[in-house]
């Protein structure tokens, strides 16, 4: 299986068109219900085991510019226990490529009603610079150079317990051998042999943030004090272009 899929600059998806028009409010005011509504109970359909295998997903977000593309696969991909009702849960397995030379693998399960998800994601060497367009965006950096690999558990539901978090997300993250530029000196910024995060422990609602540990092998930074009296890095991390967007919003 092949497919190629974008979003566009207003933020739509192009796989939306695909899908049939929402039933106007009129209708359902004329009739007391949606079109086609049946009096008796509808479908149900029931999946026990969906495989996928040497699948591949062109994707591309236009919303940024240049548009940022990423190429997912080949794939391996495989669903059990799905059904249409939504109740159960749904597990799931996926080994693919990401990018250029990276890998994804992960595991855990969905239920749809009410939304449940828990799942542990292995990501190895994804290329950093695929990400340049979203830092082209917020800074005047050019991230040319790098791999990043992630091991991560994460549990989300839409209706917690009392005093549980909606989100909790732990693990690690590591950066190697990545390398960024200042354009305005058009001089390296920050490069690094490795950059590891440990004992990451982020939750939502309530928000917490904890970190056990920060290592750097071979960490470099080029910090320089302009004429004008500005440090570089304030000037390449919040460029001009963004603080008068700012300050646009503000006012």
Same mark, same amino acid.
């Not at 091991?151 to 390398?179: D, E, I, M």
């Not at 320089?224 to 963004?242: S, Y």
């Given at each position: 299986?092949? &497919? !190629? ?7 739509? =998806? ?11 409010? #009129? ?19 029931? =999946?026990? !085991?969906?495989?996928?295998?040497? &699948? ?5 977000? !236009? ?41 994804? @693998? ?25 990400? @340049?367009?979203?830092? &082209? ?9 790098? #791999?990043?690999?992630? +091991? ?13 978090? !909606?989100?909790?997300?732990? *693990? ?30 982020? +939750?939502? &609602?309530? #928000?917490? =943030? ?20 500005? =440090? ?7 460029? +001009?272009?963004?603080? *008068? ?7």
């Amino acid at each position: 299986a092949a &497919a !190629r899929v974008w979003r566009n600059a207003d933020g739509s =998806l192009s796989l939306q068109r695909l899908l049939p028009p929402a039933a106007g409010k #009129d209708a359902v005011a004329a009739t007391g219900s949606a079109p086609g509504a049946a009096a008796t109970p509808g479908w149900t359909v029931a =999946l026990q !085991r969906l495989a996928v295998q040497n &699948a591949s997903l062109d994707a591309e977000d !236009r919303s940024v510019s240049p548009a940022a593309r990423l190429h997912i696969g080949p794939a391996a991909l495989v669903l059990q226990n799905y059904s249409s009702a939504g109740d159960m849960p749904i597990s799931f397995q996926l080994d693919t490529g990401l990018g250029a030379h990276g890998a994804l @693998q992960g595991s855990g399960s969905v239920t749809l009603a009410p939304l449940q998800a828990s799942a542990t994601l292995d990501l190895k060497q994804f290329d950093l610079t695929a990400l @340049q367009p979203y830092a &082209a965006q917020q800074t005047d950096m050019t991230v040319y150079r790098g #791999d990043l690999g992630a +091991q991560v558990q994460l549990a989300y539901t839409a209706a917690p317990a009392n005093g549980q978090p !909606r989100l909790l997300l732990t *693990g690690s993250v590591n950066a190697t051998n990545f390398a960024t530029r200042d354009n305005l000196l058009n001089a390296d910024f920050v490069t690094g042999r490795r950059l590891e995060v440990t004992g990451i422990r982020y +939750q939502q &609602a309530p #928000d917490a =943030l904890r970190i056990a540990r920060v290592r750097t092998l071979g960490v470099f930074g080029r910090v320089i004090i302009g004429e004008n009296g500005h =440090l570089n890095l304030a000037d390449v991390l919040r460029p +001009q272009r963004t603080r *008068g967007a700012d300050a646009g919003v503000s006012a």
